[in-house]
């Protein structure tokens, strides 16, 4: 067994997942967008990383891509490795808010719940 190093390449240290696991528990992780591309043409990758990296800095592992730009068909395209997301999510890894909206579009984890609309009060007339 090896020791964990305090580094980010640490996954090559270790092989055994309890310890992977622990670790991640206590520092958190993101799964979130990184932008890739150029001006005007944005495409994404769905990645995993700690919470204070840059966006488009380094992160642990690639789980998917998204392409916000509508295809030929009119759709907007989305891969995601379900089997790595759903073991980063078990990890406790948190999805960043349009992460989250993906996700739940493709059926890993339910919807978030709507705010609340309010009706808007009528307008007070100057006689009262």
């Known amino acids: 067994t090896t020791l964990l190093r305090p580094h980010s390449c640490w996954l090559r240290y ?4 309890c310890i992977v696991a622990r670790y991640y528990e206590m520092t958190g ?5 990184a932008r890739f591309g150029r001006k005007h043409l944005p495409f994404y990758r769905l990645v995993v990383a700690q919470p204070k990296a840059p966006r488009d800095g380094k992160h642990l592992e690639v789980v998917g891509w998204y392409d916000p730009l509508p295809a030929a068909d009119g759709n907007k395209h989305i891969g995601l490795k379900f089997d790595r997301i759903k073991y980063w999510l078990a990890i406790g890894a948190q999805p960043s808010e349009r992460v989250t909206f ?5 059926g890993l984890i339910p919807a978030p719940p709507r705010p ?4 808007e009060a009528a307008p007070k007339s100057k006689d009262s």
Request: glycine content about 0%; proline content about 11%; aromatic content about 6%.
């Open 14 to 17: 270790t092989s055994n997942c």
């Open 29 to 33: 992780l993101r799964i979130r967008l």
């Open 102 to 106: 993906l996700l739940s579009r493709a």
């Open 116 to 119: 609340p609309i309010f009706p």
